[in-house]
């Protein structure tokens, strides 16, 4: 597998190429989204590189497509004209991270060594699996710190039971609602929304300060439709679920169509809801995270003497991102901390939920508090 590199200009195309010549990868290249999406029927690529700006189909119409065909396919920007708004949109979509043009053969040669170490990362997740019941048990634990609603299907509380029990003899109280198309005793209708409304109202006027998890959100999906169940989260998160509340959503993405799934992202950003998954799937976001978590309190030129970063734009970009999701906060001495909700994220690292699948393949989504 090698990698792609798309650009309508034909000089930086061979530029790069040229410059990439003795660094063992195998290259190809395409003036276009339409020739790259040939080439990728032909040919698997573990990386894709593009240019945001380009006609006909743009740089962010190439990634959602390379998303659809693959999701492990690492995918970086190149932009001329970059904007927070334009990195940040991108990284939301899936990719991997940017470059902002110009930019010399050393900085793409460690963007690639960044997004490989972290492709193969993905890959042994994939494969991890030798002991699943412990990793069942910790991925639960991670999320169930404080009382817990957990909405599931009824097939997926039998296969847990045992690891939930485990969670609760902790001292963890935790409530399940069982779905289930038959509606027998003890189950509910998936199909009835207004009655799982009524008991998630409930449970967060007896506990306020708590948290609720759609574990596989997808039977819900499928007894209704991906753009129904994005509106019904919204009205949970916007009317139901209390601030400083958790709500965390489990999906293993086949029912999502990648609008959807975007809607859900974006829907979850605008209430301070991080998408989990792509907090921590930037090795630099990893670091900044457990830097502030041994060494609080620290200025912008500590952190990046400290992390060892050539360039300042680029930790300036991550701090921004973390910031605007409320994982970090900078004091008014200009020094940087994590905040409560950033907290909660480290802890559900240390806990095993560093696993960008969780169990049977189902993906965390996202945190809110």
């Not at 080439?39 to 390379?66: N, S």
């Not at 502030?292 to 912008?300: C, D, E, G, I, S």
């Not at 990046?304 to 999701?325: Q, V, Y």
């Not at 480290?346 to 993906?363: C, F, I, N, R, Y």
Request: glycine fraction near 6%; include cysteine; aromatic fraction near 8%.
């Amino acid at each position: 597998m090698g990698i792609l590199i798309v650009d309508d200009d034909k000089l930086f195309l061979e530029t790069v190429q040229t410059g990439l010549g003795d660094s063992g990868y195998e290259i190809e290249c395409a003036s276009s989204s339409k020739e790259a999406l040939k080439k990728m029927d032909a040919t698997d690529f573990w990386l894709v590189m593009t240019d945001l700006k380009m006609p006909g189909i743009d740089g962010l119409g190439l990634l959602e497509r390379v998303k659809e065909r693959n999701k492990d396919t690492q995918v970086i920007l190149f932009t001329g004209h970059a904007t927070v708004e334009t990195a940040v949109q991108a990284l939301r979509s899936g990719a991997y991270d940017y470059l902002t043009k110009p930019f010399k053969i050393e900085s793409i040669v460690s963007k690639i060594e960044e997004a490989k170490e972290d492709w193969e990362l993905n890959r042994k997740m994939g494969e991890f699996g030798s002991d699943q019941a412990h990793t069942e048990t910790d991925f639960l634990a991670g999320i169930c710190t404080s009382t817990t609603l957990m909405i599931m299907p009824e097939s997926d509380f039998s296969n847990h039971r045992d690891q939930i029990d485990e969670i609760r003899s902790k001292g963890t109280s935790i409530a399940v609602v069982r779905l289930d198309l038959a509606a027998e005793e003890d189950t509910m209708s998936p199909k009835k929304l207004n009655n799982l409304t009524e008991r998630i109202r409930q449970f967060f006027e007896e506990h306020p300060e708590s948290q609720l998890l759609f574990f596989n959100i997808d039977y819900l999906i499928e007894a209704h439709s991906p753009d129904h169940i994005v509106k019904y989260v919204a009205f949970l998160n916007e009317k139901i679920v209390p601030e400083g509340s958790g709500l965390f959503i489990t999906t293993n993405s086949t029912h999502l169509t990648p609008s959807a799934y975007q809607e859900l992202s974006h829907l979850l950003t605008r209430d301070r809801i991080s998408e989990f998954a792509s907090i921590i799937a930037h090795p630099l976001r990893l670091d900044l995270l457990n830097l502030l978590t041994n060494t609080p309190h620290m200025n912008f030129n500590s952190i990046k003497a400290d992390l060892d970063i050539e360039n300042s734009s680029t930790l300036a970009f991550h701090l921004r991102t973390l910031s605007s999701t409320g994982i970090v906060a900078k004091d008014g001495d200009g020094r940087y901390n994590l905040t409560t909700k950033g907290q909660k994220l480290v802890d559900l690292m240390k806990a095993g939920a560093e696993w960008e699948e969780g169990p049977s393949g189902g993906t965390i989504l996202s945190l809110k508090g």
